[in-house]
């Protein structure tokens, strides 16, 4: 069965440090995968999305980015955080057909400082 | 562009009242539509999805029916419990200009059920 793992599960940083969290998929091949951000406020916003290995289309325009240095890992990095980039962060993945769900990995809360 | 506009929450029952989560979308496509529940400090779950016209999802009580005619994919369940508390998310999936599947998300619902 497929599988996604997200760490670290809760992250404290400062202002101006760098940021790397990581997602790997487990038990699927060439998954279309999806970096998402939940502020306060509880809606979903799409940061990255990649459907290919070095594939990567930013969908908001930000100090973050993303990677996808294989075929089932995903790389949310940042040279410097900002305040304003605490927040959740939410890993998935899916099949890339119309009637696939997305499975989402368990989070990581970032909180910066 | 696609779109999905919920009712806004939070929407507070008492156990065993019925529940109805209004959900409308607008697509170019033809989408794919989902309900997604969100409990505290976790990510989201499948909850139950509808892939054509008319068919029904289902899953732990809650169901929903893709209504073509009015762009709807309203989520219901006749008797709510305190654990259904959660956060509810609709969704569609419809294909994008470059080919690959993007799925648009609803702000999301939060469900308080009080015993």
């Known amino acids: 069965s497929q599988t996604i793992h997200q760490w670290p599960a809760t992250l404290v940083q400062p202002v101006g440090s760098p940021l790397s969290l990581e997602c790997t998929v487990e038990?699927?091949?060439?998954?279309?995968l999806y970096w998402y951000r939940q502020a306060a406020g509880r809606g979903l916003q799409l940061l990255f999305y990649?459907?290919?290995?070095?594939?990567i289309s930013s969908e908001v325009p930000q100090n973050l980015s993303a990677s996808r240095p294989q075929d089932r890992q995903f790389i949310l990095s940042s040279k410097k955080l900002l305040l304003s980039d605490s927040g959740f962060y939410l890993c998935?993945?899916?099949?890339?057909?119309?009637?696939?769900?997305?499975?989402f990995g368990n989070g990581t809360r970032l909180t910066v400082t | 562009g696609n779109s999905v506009t919920q009712m806004e929450g939070p929407v507070t029952l008492s156990e065993e009242a019925f529940l109805t989560i209004n959900c409308t979308y607008t697509a170019t496509g033809y989408p794919s539509l989902f309900w997604y529940v969100q409990y505290p400090g976790e990510g989201l779950q499948l909850l139950l999805k509808?892939?054509?016209?008319?068919d029904k999802g289902s899953n732990k009580g809650f169901e929903a029916t893709y209504r073509k005619e009015t762009t709807s994919f309203h989520l219901e369940k006749g008797s709510v419990q305190v654990s259904d508390s959660a956060v509810y998310f609709c969704?569609?999936?419809?294909?994008?200009?470059?080919?690959?599947?993007?799925?648009?998300f609803g702000r999301g619902t939060s469900l308080i059920v009080h015993p």
């Open positions: 990649s459907v290919g290995i070095g594939q």
């Open positions: 969704a569609l999936s419809d294909r994008a200009s470059g080919g690959s599947y993007i799925p648009t």
């Open positions: 038990g699927t091949s060439n998954p279309n």
């Open positions: 509808a892939t054509k016209a008319d």
């Open positions: 998935a993945w899916s099949a890339d057909r119309g009637n696939s769900p997305l499975h």
